[in-house]
């Protein structure tokens, strides 16, 4: 099967979907000619021309008003906003407006509407160009979120999401858009709510999603030469979340690493680890471990945030421990 | 005023029809004032003195065009042609309500009447406004989107980024700036500079669209410039923006406290936009005394109804408010 880089995998979601409903714009700004700040929209504005691919003005919560507006008459927006560490200025638009439509209106109107933006650090892009503020958004009622770990999978979720009537927060990993991996040409799409069982295993749980997924099946690569078996599972999305997926796997190996970027505290995997205390503790024997990013902001310098963000042997040492 | 009043420009079916809304306005309010301190729980800030506004705009206005409002918003749906019923209903929290009881007087919406919701973040429905317009123009539609908000919402960042995306895409939108000269307890003085207060249309320059002041509680001008800004904006000559200055004679939120000088409310009272009306259709002999009277009547005799079909339609079921979360 043929591979192909992580961004250009978003970028097919979008352009299929474009082709086949002329009222879906992509809005935001440094999409059109320039291409996308991670060059994911390379080459749409030829294709779409203005309005459809559409550069905006640096204005976060109006770019997602704009949004929800044509969202709610008749078009739907793809907006980009390539950073989410600017989400925070768009904060109205999403949680007071997006994501209360349907429900405020009583079913009136959905809000079919796409956030596309990417998080993350090790790119040493520092305290302001580095955060995973997914969790933000999981808290919110009406949103959904998704958090894609490869290309196969960003554009299978990517096309779900366009098509879904809700509004999405679809996030991706700016170190991850040059990775490739293998991408049918037919189409396919991939539904939301869907974990995936990135590598099979019976000792341990690891469940990651986005980079810290590739992260994991490294440590689980290197742990098999000593007999350790790692199951990694990929939940994709976290609203919808697959539960089931994730439980039946937590039931087989009895002991969980949860692995995300995002800072520790207040992150998803204090979530995560409540439902399975919840639902499978007697299954359990071991306590639940977490790893995230280190609870400051994200400092430029390799020494620095190599120290701060999750790193391979902080993994590795987060299994050993519910082993031990 | 008399003969060269320009009411007599209007055809008398579209007088009436502005006269009985402007009156459906102040009765509901007028009600409601009594209603929300008594009988129905939450909050509403009324509408009253300022009917000319919501009025002028949406009579030049066609049912597929789009408005978005504001907290103080039964004005704007009630002159959109919303139901009494229904509005009531939503007040009073039942399942008779626009919204099926769940969301109050901050929400009401009716998206087949072209209201993209009442909105209880100032200024949260401008840039929706814009995106409706940004719609209309993917589409090729010949629909326009109005964003009403006050001039306290003029203030908000938001305001200056819906602004300026409508203009750099020349999107039909009409801007209507109700300048009723209170921010919840603040005079509008305290937060404008002394060179835009007059006027704070002149902001529209800097986007480069046109903007004018008129006088918002005369609702012949209201009409009349509106439908000049609507047809500008329907022909795809792009944004537009009425400041309207009036008056918020009730007080912030209907039970709240009042700081105003009463002084300065009386002043205003005076210059009430439907008694200014009434004397005008006389002066003018548009409409007597008696079909004033008429209509009167028939307006007080729908809000009564209304309210009795609130009061009696059934409460929501508790669960009803896990419905909705997702489409």
């Known amino acids: 099967m043929r591979k192909i880089e992580f961004r250009t995998a978003v970028r097919e979601a979008m352009e299929e979907e474009m082709r086949k409903d002329p009222l879906l714009f992509l809005f935001g700004y440094d999409v059109g000619e320039y291409g996308g700040e991670f060059r994911v929209s390379q080459g749409m504005h030829a294709e779409f021309g203005d309005r459809r691919v559409q550069d905006a003005p640096i204005n976060e919560n109006g770019m997602v008003g704009l949004g929800v507006g044509a969202s709610i008459t008749g078009t739907k927006a793809i907006i980009e906003i390539a950073f989410m560490d600017f989400l925070p200025m768009a904060m109205d638009a999403i949680v007071n407006q997006a994501a209360k439509f349907n429900y405020t209106f009583a079913g009136q109107r959905s809000v079919p509407l796409v ?31 998704v958090v894609p770990s490869t290309g196969y999978d960003a554009k299978g979720l990517l096309k779900s999401a366009i098509l879904d009537p809700n509004p999405v927060i679809f ?27 990135k590598r099979e295993g019976t000792d341990v749980t690891v469940i990651a999603y986005s980079y810290m997924v590739h ?40 002991r969980v690493v949860i692995v995300h970027e995002a800072h520790e505290r207040g992150g998803w995997g204090g979530e995560m680890a409540a439902i399975i205390a919840d639902k499978a503790f007697s299954d359990l024997d071991a306590p639940i471990k977490r790893v995230g990013a280190r609870n400051t902001p994200i400092p430029f310098p390799a020494q620095l945030e190599e120290f701060i963000l999750p790193s391979e042997d902080r993994i590795e040492a987060a299994i050993r421990e519910v082993l031990a | 005023m008399e003969q060269n009043d320009p009411i007599t420009q209007i055809n008398a079916k579209d007088i009436r029809k502005i006269y009985e809304t402007m009156l459906k306005i102040r009765m509901f309010e007028t009600k409601e004032k009594d209603l929300i301190q008594t009988e129905q729980e ?37 002159a959109k042609g919303g139901e009494l ?71 908000q960042g938001l305001f200056h980024e819906a602004a300026n995306m409508a203009a750099i895409y020349q999107l039909p939108v009409v801007f209507i700036v109700e300048v009723n000269h209170w921010q919840c307890g603040v005079r509008y003085e305290t937060v404008y500079h002394p060179s835009v207060i007059e006027n704070v249309a002149i902001r ?71 008694e200014n009306l009434e ?25 009564t109804q209304a309210i009795d079909f609130a009061r009696q339609s059934s409460k929501p079921e508790p669960e009803s408010a896990l419905e909705h979360v997702y489409s």
């Not at chain 2, 000319?52 to 409002?69: E, K, M, N």
């Open chain 2, 279 to 303: 004397r005008r259709m006389v002066k003018a002999a548009i409409m007597s005394g008696s079909e004033m009277e008429e209509i009167r009547d028939s307006v007080s005799t729908q809000v």
């Open chain 2, 85 to 155: 019923g229904k509005m009531y209903g939503e007040l009073y929290g039942r399942t008779s309500g626009y919204c099926r009881g769940r969301s109050g007087s901050l929400h009401i919406a009716d998206f087949d009447l072209g209201v993209l919701g009442a909105n209880g973040i100032v200024g949260g429905g401008i840039p929706i406004a814009v995106g409706a317009a940004y719609s209309i123009q993917l589409r090729k539609s010949d629909q326009v989107a109005v964003a009403f908000f006050g001039e306290g919402a003029m203030n």
């Open chain 1, 215 to 254: 992260l994991t099946l490294n440590v689980a690569k290197k742990l098999e030469k000593e007999g350790i078996s790692v199951e990694v599972v990929d939940p994709r999305s976290l609203v919808p979340l697959d539960e089931e997926t994730i439980l039946n796997s937590v039931r087989k190996t009895n």
């Open chain 2, 42 to 78: 939450g909050f509403a800030h009324s509408y009253v003195g300022e009917e000319a506004i919501a009025t002028g705009v949406a009579a030049a206005l066609r049912q597929d065009d789009y408005i978005t409002s504001t907290h103080r918003g039964h004005g704007h749906m009630i």
């Open chain 2, 204 to 274: 529209a320059q800097s986007y480069g669209f046109p903007g004018e002041k008129i006088d918002g509680n005369d609702v012949v001008e209201v009409y009349q410039y509106a439908k000049k800004a609507i047809e500008n904006a329907r022909s795809g000559k792009g944004p537009y923006m009425l400041a309207c200055y009036t008056y918020r004679i009730e007080t912030h939120f209907m039970g709240d406290i009042d700081i105003r000088p009463a002084d300065e409310v009386n002043e205003w009272r005076k210059n009430d936009p439907i």
């Open chain 1, 115 to 145: 956030l596309r933006t990417a998080m993350g650090g090790y790119i040493r892009a520092a305290e302001q160009h580095s955060q995973c503020l997914e969790n933000w958004f999981v808290h919110v009622p009406g949103l959904k979120v």
């Open chain 1, 171 to 197: 996030v991706e990993h700016k170190f991850m858009y040059p990775m490739k991996s293998e991408v049918p040409e037919e189409e396919y799409t991939i539904p939301l709510g869907s974990a995936d069982v």
